[in-house]
């Protein structure tokens, strides 16, 4: 089967830089990919990354580590709108699909 | 569709009751999801259509519990006999590719059907 883990809940200020964390197992690992949930809404793609290395994509940033089956979003210049839940979730060749497996999120709390 | 639609957006039913929950994913997508979200929880997955391959079915809970996508596009959930504990909020997703494809884990979520179960 497939595990994620991650932090339940990060707090940071306006304007600061904030790193979410994601360790993973899984057989078959093929991605990571992270996703932005605003309370109340739906879940919204924000990156991916099959290789090892840094992804960046304006203010946020995603880095993986496929040795060490680690994985973290990084988010700069922190707006009061990031205030939301963070989800990693792992592309997995088990079961030959493909599927992709969320974990149990990270709720950041942007504070004035 | 330009979006992925859900309907209902809210179900109240009562324990023992069979649900529908139906999914319109965007028009070309071959792939379709089905995740549940318990309050303050995470996404738990369910099922996976992905094209012409046969649904990768894992993740439902029990045999209460079926979907099917007809004609490759529309999907409907269906919870027999439901259980207090089913309340949540279910999610559709769909995907233009499958598998393994670049791009296929860019998932494009419907707002989903809140279910409660009295």
């Known amino acids: 089967g497939q595990s994620l883990e991650q932090p339940s809940e990060v707090t940071a200020v306006e304007g600061a830089i904030v790193q979410i964390n994601c360790t993973y197992q899984?057989?078959?690992?093929?991605?990571l990919s992270w996703y932005q949930q605003h309370d109340g809404g739906a879940p919204t793609f924000l990156s991916y990354?099959?290789?090892?290395g840094l992804e960046e994509t304006g203010r946020f940033s995603s880095f993986l580590s496929r040795s060490d089956s680690y994985g973290y979003l990084l988010l700069q210049e922190l707006q009061m709108k990031d205030s939301a839940s963070y989800f990693c979730?792992?592309?997995?060749?088990?079961?030959?699909?493909?599927?992709?497996?969320f974990g149990q999120g990270t709720t950041l709390q942007v504070k004035p | 569709g330009a979006g992925v639609s859900q309907s209902p957006s809210n179900k109240v039913t009562e324990k023992g009751k069979d649900v529908e929950l139906r999914c319109d994913p965007i028009?070309?997508?071959?792939?379709l999801y089905w995740y549940r979200q318990s309050l303050g929880q995470g996404l738990e997955f369910l099922i996976y259509?992905?094209?012409?391959?046969?649904?990768?079915k894992s993740g439902l809970p029990s045999d209460r519990f079926s979907a099917e996508r007809t004609g490759g596009s529309v999907s409907t959930l269906t919870i027999q006999r439901t259980q207090q504990e089913d309340s949540a909020v279910y999610l559709c997703?769909?995907?233009?590719?499958?598998?393994?494809?670049?791009?296929?884990?860019?998932?494009?979520f419907g707002a989903g059907s809140r279910l409660t179960v009295l």
């Open positions: 997703a769909s995907s233009r590719k499958t598998g393994f494809s670049s791009g296929a884990n860019v998932l494009t």
């Open positions: 899984t057989s078959g690992f093929y991605g």
């Open positions: 990354n099959a290789l090892d």
């Open positions: 979730a792992v592309s997995s060749s088990s079961g030959n699909t493909g599927k992709l497996i």
């Open positions: 028009s070309g997508h071959t792939a």
């Open positions: 259509f992905q094209g012409n391959s046969a649904p990768d």
